[in-house]
């Protein structure tokens, strides 16, 4: 009973200092919204991603940020029936409407250019070949954006980073909400590299789209808030093209764990029941 | 305390190999017949966990490392290959890095088991040091595979952690060029963090034998911390009955392990290890993993680099001392008021501790830290050796089956 008490003390405790701690500091953060959280078709134990979302993304991505951004994934990824789902004869097409440096030379010595196949990756921007070029042009070299969505995270504070790992309630979707975020965040008209919940607010990106830049094919409506959650999702599948094959293992591994250790249990009773 | 070795194999080719190479016994004597305390609870299956978990992470890190290229150009490459590329790498992957969580979250239970029980008391005390030298030799083994996915935080972290050593008056400088193997964190670094990050689990192998051979001699403690009397009524034997309970434990950890690996694989990973490295963009925000953080926050809260790292090594430093500093005769904090409080308040100051590492310093905070580290200090070098004397203990049972049959008796007499 004792033991119980004291513990329970010594937690109590320890939430208090954390409390006051996160107080002190949710203060000082006070003018730095966090990204507001979204609905994600990938959210969640069972979620998965929406294939006609990651082909509207892939649409944005290709007409609008591709113009500075890389994405190094192979084109036969946009085939994968987790992810955008592309059929085998659209990806071929696609591919070989970009030109792509060999990285061997032919015969002759020579560095040529040939048009690109499933295989290759998605080439960087024509007009930015390295990370020094862009960032002579751009004044910031624009994130590769294969890995973006897990390389964007932001701190939740005591208690929502415990909160956030806990089945039911598990948060993973960070990144997507932050690309969100920034895109839906330009809300100063008279400037341009303002952003609502960019870290100081200054972002070198100037607002790269808005309502209508677009045409979908599906009649989904052309807007920012669309264009900026396909595009989100888009990424996060880019980022984290496992996930469903992830989810799907695990379901069954933790069905088999927990009918396992059930089964020891009582085993264990059993087993035990003589020793007492 | 070696159990019964009466070991005699029941096939004819069976003997024939014992006669010239006795393992069977060895495994029947250590694994089956070895007496276990009757008594002990699950915090006794750490042990068996800890060592499973050992085995996952040098099998995963095995197959990694047929994928990895230690280059500073290409690891970073190298990990996105393995992710998306690889056949079941994201799954080999995600096992390993959370896999060093979980193997650092059982460890940590483990020691404070240990340091709740007294089981760092004679006859015990060398199992704790080599325990010790373990938990030192796991976190340098974190530290060199953080760095190895040359990730911006991996870099950072690099940095910090070698420029620790340039707080050494003279040699410092001298020290930290030796490390790096260069004049900055850098390739030489990465591929002799590599070579260290895959030679040190096996030295680790090599103290948990030592361990595990040291707590074979000594038997192991136990809740009540009083010693086997007569073997017959206070022990069972290893097998089936620890045997089950280790398994059903590991069962139910891993449970949490495939919750993190499947569902949230990226919740205790930072998101800036996937930026690659780039030496003049440091992250905002330099923090270690969690099972570091304690540490971070010491070596921040003071305000002179030669004297934080000073305190960071007494910090880990100070644990081999403690059977020494520890002296009450009673092992338990079961039968140990006093001591029980301040463990409990000891525990909250390393949660503290680790909370305030993962922070943005500032000086309010720095001053939390401070104190919470003169209570880190005062629990092991002031109320340990004070209680050693003055503590008022409760009386502890006769035995071990004396302890668990009355417990048994009262939950009878409760039902009824």
């Known amino acids: ?276 | 305390m070696s159990g019964p070795s009466a070991y005699v194999p029941k096939s004819a080719i069976g003997r024939w190999f014992e006669s010239r190479l006795p393992l069977g016994g060895l495994v029947h004597s250590s694994f089956i017949a070895y007496p276990v305390p009757r008594n002990l609870n699950y915090m006794w299956t750490f042990g068996a966990i800890l060592s499973f978990m050992l085995v996952a992470q040098i099998v995963t890190g095995v197959v990694l490392a047929m994928h990895f290229i230690p280059s500073s150009t290409q690891a970073f490459a190298s990990i996105d290959n393995i992710m998306r590329n690889v056949n079941y790498g994201w799954l080999i992957r995600y096992l390993h890095t959370n896999g060093a969580s979980l193997f650092f979250l059982a460890c940590y239970i483990h020691m404070f088991r240990g340091l709740y029980y007294g089981s760092f008391k004679p006859p015990r005390e060398l199992l704790w040091i080599i325990g010790v030298i373990i938990y030192l030799l796991m976190m340098a083994t974190a530290f060199f595979g953080y760095v190895l996915p040359w990730g911006g935080m991996s870099f950072a972290g690099a940095t910090v952690i070698t420029n620790l050593t340039s707080a050494i008056p003279i040699v410092g400088n001298t020290i930290a060029h030796w490390l790096w193997g260069g004049f900055a964190v850098g390739g030489p670094t990465l591929t002799r963090f590599f070579a260290l990050h895959y030679l040190l689990p096996f030295i680790i192998v090599g103290f948990v034998g030592l361990h595990v051979w040291a707590l074979h001699v000594s038997g192991q403690n136990n809740p009540d911390g009083i010693a086997v009397k007569d073997p017959q009524r206070d022990t069972v034997a290893f097998t089936p009955y620890a045997t089950i309970k280790d398994v059903f434990g590991l069962s139910v950890f891993l449970i949490l392990y495939c919750w993190l690996v499947f569902y949230i694989p990226n919740y205790l990973l930072d998101a800036d290890n996937s930026v690659p490295a780039n030496p003049l963009a440091t992250p905002a925000h330099v923090v270690p993993e969690w099972y570091l953080l304690p540490f971070y926050a010491m070596l921040r809260a003071i305000p002179s680099k030669f004297w934080g790292v000073v305190i960071l090594l007494s910090a880990i430093v100070v644990l081999a001392f403690i059977p020494w500093l520890d002296r009450s005769p009673v092992k338990s904090a079961k039968y140990r008021p006093t001591y029980r409080f301040f463990f409990w308040v000891f525990v909250v100051i390393g949660i503290g501790l680790g909370y305030l590492g993962s922070q943005e310093p500032t000086e309010g905070l720095a001053m939390i830290a401070r104190i919470l580290t003169f209570g880190y200090f005062a629990f092991f070098l002031i109320i340990m050796p004070i209680l050693s004397f003055t503590e008022k203990t409760k009386p502890i049972p006769t035995s071990i089956a004396d302890a668990v049959l009355t417990r048994t008796k009262t939950a009878v007499a409760a039902a009824e």
Not at chain 1, 82 to 101: C, H, N, R, V
């Open chain 1, 1 to 276: 009973m004792i033991r119980v008490r004291f513990s329970a003390l010594a937690f109590a405790a320890a939430a208090l200092v954390l409390a006051s701690a996160s107080a002190a500091l949710a203060q000082s953060d006070a003018e730095q919204p966090n990204p507001p959280r979204q609905s994600w078709s990938f959210s969640g134990m069972f979620g998965i991603y929406d294939k006609a979302q990651l082909q509207r993304g892939f649409q944005v991505y290709k007409e609008v940020c591709s113009t500075c951004h890389a994405l190094s994934i192979p084109f036969r990824t946009l085939a994968d029936p987790d992810g955008p789902g592309f059929s085998e004869d659209q990806i071929k097409t696609l591919a070989a409407t970009y030109q792509i440096t060999n990285a061997e030379p032919n015969e002759k010595g020579e560095i040529f250019k040939r048009p690109g196949t499933p295989a290759d990756d998605i080439p960087r921007p024509e007009a930015y070949p390295n990370d020094q070029a862009a960032a002579a042009t751009l004044g910031k070299a624009p994130p590769n954006m294969a890995l973006l969505a897990k390389a964007l995270k932001f701190e939740r504070g005591f208690p929502w980073f415990i909160v956030d790992g806990l089945p039911g309630f598990e948060y993973q979707e960070m990144g997507a909400d932050y690309i969100h975020a920034i895109l839906t965040g330009y809300t100063k008209p008279d400037d341009l590299q303002w952003n609502l919940y960019y870290p100081g607010h200054k972002i070198a990106m100037p607002q790269p789209i808005t309502n209508g830049a677009v045409e979908y094919k599906d009649g989904t409506p052309p807007t920012l808030e669309n264009y900026s959650k396909d595009v989100a999702a888009f990424l996060s599948w880019a980022a984290e093209p496992n996930l469903p094959e992830r989810k799907r293992i695990g379901l069954r591994v933790l069905i088999f764990l927990l009918v396992f250790a059930a089964l020891l249990y009582f085993v264990k009773k059993r087993i035990w029941e003589s020793a007492h």
